[in-house]
Structures are given as structure tokens and as C-alpha cells.
């Protein structure tokens, strides 16, 4: 394992998205990934474009988000760093549904996803511990969904 | 019938003055309207100064009965300064005629307050602890009192973080403080919105979102958490998920509140009458409670 490799490995095995998971794999995933700095407005990856990386955030804020035509984005949620960036690499058709942009100074550890796939396939242990950390992402991100589709600040008030 | 509403102000206003308003918890005390602050499109602070004897000191987290001569009467939680007891803060939302005509109310009116009523958010039991203030919406107000005496204490507390949620950037309210505690090096404030607007560079998402990463140390935070209903409930749940003792997670919760000492019965959950044994409340006493429908 080249130093470089193993920075990331340590830097891999201190994120929480990555918590607790066993040496081996997170050293699999650091000879699949690399690390990347952008400054605020860029543009990280766009709707229907395919998406070959996802990102473990470092640092920093990066709106996900749709374009609207004829109005501004439509900003749908936020992720920050600690957290994970992307998972429409993990499904077919491998394309992004929504859009990303960083909203501040952002840091990342970016995988290869093609590689990550292949790794899943070839061990369904790694997959599985992964595939969790996934659904657990997407299950907060669907609940925090449904609480803002309630108007969670504004239910009809009682009159008085 | 039709309603003189100037009348029926000055005659009630009148009446309540010369009664022995000191004493009995019924009466009303009159106080002016000396300052009036649009938050918001439909929320507004007033700052209100006695006509005659002062209600007795407030403690944050504690609510008032405010009334609108010829109108009705509210319950509100005071969100001003408790330091400040010569002068009472309320910030209210218009949502019917008694908040509309208190909303409305412009220097120089005079409306009649009851209280202080209830329990508070009890700081002095929270020394030596992370305090976690969480808000959604127009709950920014009761916890600002806490916020402030917080503030003035700052020693003896360990670190101040404040959650805010609100559904636009438009909503938000106390933006001058919002600006002065967010450039405090020891108060974390995040803020996040539903639904973001032009120029907003800030989160967007639900307030329980974030939790996860919120800096405090559950095993030492004790929290207040302020709004309605369903968001008690589910930041209450996240704050268990990160570990905070449900002793420690303090809710201010709402009921139809009338008489404000326990009396007649209209804010009744469950075993508990809101006017007297909240409204703050400890989660392991409210949870039970929370999740029961007919309640």
C-alpha cells in the first residue's frame, strides 16, 4: 500500500458514513478512491449525466438539487461534510437523478463507483455492510422527506 | 351583533384597572403597547410596559394570558429578557381574531395580561451541562428567553447550541439576534429551511436533520425544544437516538389553554393539565402521552 493509499484509508476509516467497518474493506476502498477540494458554485455532477463516483464529504455544504425550467434550481436538500454524496452509481441505469453543487469550500474522498460494484460483487459481505450503510442513508433521507411533506413547522394552527 | 370595538376596549380596559388585578390570578393587569416589531409577514413582537402593579417575574418557558379587550384572551410565552422585568416581550402569529387584534395593537394600546403561568425550562437545574436549543418556526420565541439567560450566564454552562427550522428564509424571526449569537465563538447556531429562496446559501432540509451532527455531547446536554407537535415528537426521537436522556429532553407543548391556573380543565392531556404542570415537560413524562390518539 503506497503512503498515499494508506492516507486515504485512515482518512476513509474516520468517516462516519464508514464507521466500524472492518480494515479490510476500507483499505480495498482506499486503492479505489482519491481526494478532491472545490471551491464554492461547482458544479459536482448533473441530472441524467452517469454517475461514475460518489463522494464521503469531508467538508463543506453541497445543495442537491433539480433544474427548473424558466426558474431557479430547485434546492431539495442539503449534505454536509461526515456525510455521503450520491447512490444513483449503485443501481442501474448508473445515471444521476438530481443535480450537485457546493455551496461552500468542499472536501471529499471521491470512489470509483465501477470499482465499489465490482468489489460488491466479488465480496457480498463487503457488499451487504455497504449496501446497509446505503439503505440507512436513504431510509433518513426519506423520513426527513416525509416530515417536511407533513409542513412540520405548520400544521393548521389552531384559530384563535 | 355588531361589535363597537372601541367602546367595549376602553370600558373593559377600565374595568380591569380598577380591580384588585395583584392578587387575584382571573384579573388582568393592563399594560401598553410600547413597541410593536413585524418578524414576519403575519408575526409581530410587542413590547409591553404596566399601567399598574407589574405581574410578578416570569421564568423562560413559562406563558402569559394576553387579552384583546372585547376580543378574547390567548395564552403566549414570553420571549423576551427575564432579566428585564419592567418591560414584557410576546411575539405572536396571526392566526384568528384574538391574535389578529393583538397583532394589530399599536404603541399606545393598552391590552390586559395574566401570568406568569406554568413551568419554565428550569436553567439553574442545567448548570455544568451542553445546552441544546431547538426551535421550529414561531418556537424560536419561548426558547429565547432561555437563550438570553443562558447568555447572561454564560459561565456556567458548557457549550450553547441552537437548531432552527423554519419552512422559508422569510420566516425567520429575531434576525438581529440570529446575526449576533451566530458571531459568538462559543453559541453554534445552525439554521436550516425547508424550502430555500434566492440568495439563501444556508441548509436546506427539516430541523431533526440536524441532529446527527449537531455539536454537543449527549451523555451532558440537557434540551429544550420548542414547536409543534409532530416536531416535538420526532426531534424528540432524534435527540434519544443520539443519546440524550429523555429526562433531559425538555418539551414546551400546547394545549387549549384558558384559565392558566388549572381550573377549568380545557387544556387537560391525559393526567396532566398543561396551564399547570407544563407547559415544559420532560420527555419521559410527555412520551406516553404524545402517542395516545384521543389525546
Redo the contacts between chains.
Sequence with gaps: MTDEVAGIATRLAKHPFLAGMPDVHVQALAGLAHLQRWPADTRLFSEHRTADRFFLLEEGLVYIEMPIPGQEDMVLETVRGGEVLGWSWLFPPYVWHFSALTVAPTEAIVLAAAGVRERCEASPEFGYDLIRRVAGVAIQRLHAVRLRLMNLYDPTPPRR | MTAMPGVIESAAAELVGSADSGTDPMLPHRYRVVRRRLETRDTVTQLLEPLDEPIPAFAPGQFAMLYAFGV?E?PISMSGDPSRVELLQHTL?N?????GALCAARPGAVIGVRGPFGTSWDLNSAYGHDLVFIA????LAPLRSALLQALSQRERYRRLVLLL???NPD?LMFRKDLRSWKGLFDVDVEI?V???A?G??????????LL??APFDPDNAVAFVC?????LR?TALGLSQRGVPAQRIRLSTER?MKCGVGLCGHCQLGPVLVCRDGPVFSYDRLAPLLHVREL
Design positions: 378574547g390567548v402569529r392566526v384568528g381574531a384574538v391574535t421550529g418556526g414561531i418556537g427550522g423554519v419552512r420566516e436550516t425547508d424550502r430555500g434566492p439563501w446559501r444556508g441548509q436546506v432540509g427539516v430541523v431533526t436533520t446527527p451532527q414547536g409543534p407537535e409532530v416536531m420526532f387549549n
